[in-house]
């Protein structure tokens, strides 16, 4: 098993701000972008802790050939297709596709969705 890297020691949850944006669209508004910002700021995390080091675990597992990796879901989904069942009947595709291969490949599948406006 491969130890799990620390992250640099000048890393912060906002270090990613000094890094230049390539792809970054011009926002017009200036005060609508800082209320959008702030409203996301607000909400609650996507993603437990937990779920990070469970990902962790599974991906050492893959890397190891002890696990089979499947991802799925949209690239660049609209926002408007972002409802709890376009999402649930996504999620079911990918259970389904890795009951198959756990089947097949006589090991488990560690399932990843990239979905839900990314």
Same mark, same amino acid.
């Given at each position: 098993?491969?130890?799990?890297?620390?992250?640099?020691?000048?890393?912060?949850?906002?270090?990613?701000?000094?890094?230049?944006?390539?792809?970054?669209?011009?926002?017009?508004?200036?005060?609508?972008?800082?209320?959008?910002?702030?409203?996301?700021?607000?909400?609650?995390?996507?993603?437990?802790?937990?779920?990070?080091?469970? $990902?962790?675990?599974? +991906?050492?597992?893959?890397?190891?050939? &002890?696990?089979?990796? #499947?991802?799925? =879901?949209?690239? /660049?989904? @609209?926002?408007?297709?972002?409802?709890?069942?376009?999402?649930?009947?996504?999620?079911?595709?990918? $259970?389904?596709?890795? +009951?198959?291969?756990?089947?097949?490949? &006589?090991?488990?599948? #560690?399932?990843? =969705?990239?979905? /839900?406006? @990314?």
């Amino acid at each position: 098993r491969q130890p799990v890297r620390a992250p640099p020691a000048d890393w912060s949850p906002e270090s990613w701000r000094a890094l230049p944006a390539k792809q970054q669209p011009a926002y017009k508004d200036e005060a609508k972008l800082n209320k959008a910002l702030a409203k996301v700021r607000a909400l609650p995390p996507l993603v437990a802790a937990q779920e990070v080091d469970a $990902l962790r675990r599974g +991906l050492a597992e893959c890397v190891e050939g &002890k696990r089979f990796l #499947l991802q799925g =879901g949209d690239c /660049a989904e @609209q926002f408007s297709e972002c409802s709890a069942s376009t999402i649930s009947n996504k999620l079911k595709i990918l $259970l389904q596709q890795s +009951l198959v291969l756990t089947y097949g490949a &006589k090991m488990p599948t #560690l399932r990843i =969705g990239r979905m /839900a406006g @990314q």
